[in-house]
């Protein structure tokens, strides 16, 4: 084998079962690496509570630091908005980092797993919503949300759509289709009644089909989707929408699929990607050793494919390829933490995963 890549990744535990999922995480990640050829060397540093005890702020600059010196980042999951008023961050460091260091494409596969007794059994798409602008709420503002109330009972909301950020969505989008080996991408829209936002939405994605080819887009309106996703499950397999509307599909395809307790996600922008679980942080059942790091090993995953997107590097995506079989193997298996009905520990199910590495 060639010499090993190094590979150095930012990790923030996060809070209530954080500590416990980044760790399995790693344990995966760190066997996945040293079968393809990449040697994980991973940097800590506190979020949220930790960091709040410390630093009266739930993202300190010293965080920061650590997040700017390293393109991946691991991050565990974090409250939404419990944390003292005093927080600089407006209790939502999340937020901040998605806006702050424009992670402007939210990357959602949604898979069907029979333990999840899904609806749709073959559910089996990966919802790519842009992340920074849209209806929901208005992400361009400096600060606050898109909302105004200029009286009692009058409310208005902003949507704003740039050909800037629809430009790098939409090559984001044929890129991550052309790393992962996909051939449509369906453009969800509803152009007939936002013809100014959605037109310019289109267009970044027809203005860019020239350069790739191979990759046919299709143009559906989210209602159209909406009525035929159930019963059309297979014919959308890759699916690019705004803000709003990637928010909902994401998760009503995961309702179909039993639910979010296995989907991963990554927050990527040019610069960074970040690897976070759709879940949050169970508090009921933090620190009793019993989570499953399933979501946060396969939003790893992804953040392999990003590396992979990126460089055309093989062992980045051979990396991912490995961990997302053996998390596969080792649920089909019947080995799985309690939520899926088996009896093992977040850590047990991670050594379970790692030998299923050698099969
Ligand atoms: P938060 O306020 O952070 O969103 P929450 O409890 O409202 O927390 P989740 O953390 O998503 O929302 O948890 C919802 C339910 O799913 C809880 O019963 C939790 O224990 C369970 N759960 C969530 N994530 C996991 C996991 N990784 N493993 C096992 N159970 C989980």
């Given at each position: 084998m060639a010499t090993n890549k190094e590979i150095r990744l930012a990790?923030?535990?996060g809070d209530g079962i954080g500590p416990e999922i980044t760790a399995a995480t790693l344990t995966v990640l760190t066997a996945a690496g040293k079968r393809t050829g990449l040697t994980v060397k991973?940097?800590?540093?506190?979020?949220?509570?930790?960091?709040?005890?410390?630093?009266?702020?739930t993202l300190p600059d010293s965080t920061r630091a650590v997040l700017e010196a390293h393109e991946g980042w691991i991050v565990g999951p974090t409250f939404a908005g419990e944390y003292p008023k005093d927080d600089p961050m407006r209790?939502?460091?999340?937020?901040?980092?998605?806006?702050?260091?424009?992670?402007?494409?939210?990357?959602r596969p949604v898979e069907a797993w029979p333990q999840l007794d899904p609806l749709v059994p073959d559910v089996n798409i990966t919802v790519l919503r842009e992340n920074t602008e849209g209806f929901y709420p208005d992400r361009n503002l400096a600060w606050g949300y898109g909302e105004f109330k200029p009286r009692d009972d009058v409310g208005l909301a902003l949507r704003v759509i740039t050909g800037e950020a629809c430009d790098r969505f939409a090559r984001f989008a044929f890129e991550f289709a052309k790393a992962s080996g996909l051939d449509r991408i369906c453009v969800?829209?509803?152009r007939t009644v936002l013809p100014q936002?959605?037109?310019?939405?289109?267009?970044?994605?027809?203005?860019?089909?020239?350069?790739?080819?191979?990759?046919?887009i299709d143009l559906v309106r989210i209602d159209?989707?909406?009525?035929?996703?159930?019963?059309?499950?297979?014919?959308?397999?890759?699916?690019?929408?705004?803000?709003l509307f990637g928010d909902i599909l994401s998760d009503q395809a995961s309702g179909l699929a039993g639910g979010v307790g296995l989907a991963p996600s990554l927050n990527a922008g040019h610069d960074h990607a970040m690897a976070q679980?759709?879940?949050?942080?169970?508090?009921?059942?933090?620190?009793?050793?019993?989570?499953?790091?399933?979501?946060?090993?396969?939003?790893?995953?992804?953040?392999?494919?990003?590396?992979?997107?990126?460089?055309?590097?093989?062992?980045?995506?051979?990396?991912?390829?490995?961990?997302?079989?053996?998390?596969?193997?080792?649920?089909?298996?019947?080995?799985?933490?309690s939520?899926?009905?088996?009896?093992?520990?977040?850590?047990?199910?991670?050594?379970?995963?790692?030998?299923?590495?050698?099969?």
């Open positions: 990790v923030l535990d991973a940097k800590r540093a506190p979020i949220g509570w930790k960091a709040y005890e410390k630093t009266k702020c209790g939502h460091p999340n937020g901040f980092l998605r806006r702050h260091y424009k992670l402007f494409a939210n990357v969800v829209h509803k936002t959605d037109g310019i939405f289109i267009g970044a994605f027809e203005r860019l089909q020239s350069q790739y080819k191979k990759i046919k159209t989707f909406s009525s035929s996703f159930p019963r059309a499950a297979r014919d959308y397999r890759f699916v690019a929408t705004t803000n679980a759709v879940h949050g942080t169970a508090p009921d059942i933090s620190g009793k050793g019993v989570a499953n790091p399933s979501a946060l090993i396969l939003s790893t995953a992804l953040l392999m494919r990003w590396f992979y997107q990126r460089t055309g590097r093989a062992a980045y995506r051979d990396a991912a390829e490995l961990i997302e079989q053996a998390v596969r193997q080792t649920i089909e298996s019947g080995a799985t933490t939520d899926l009905g088996g009896n093992l520990s977040t850590s047990d199910f991670a050594r379970a995963v790692v030998r299923s590495m050698g099969r």
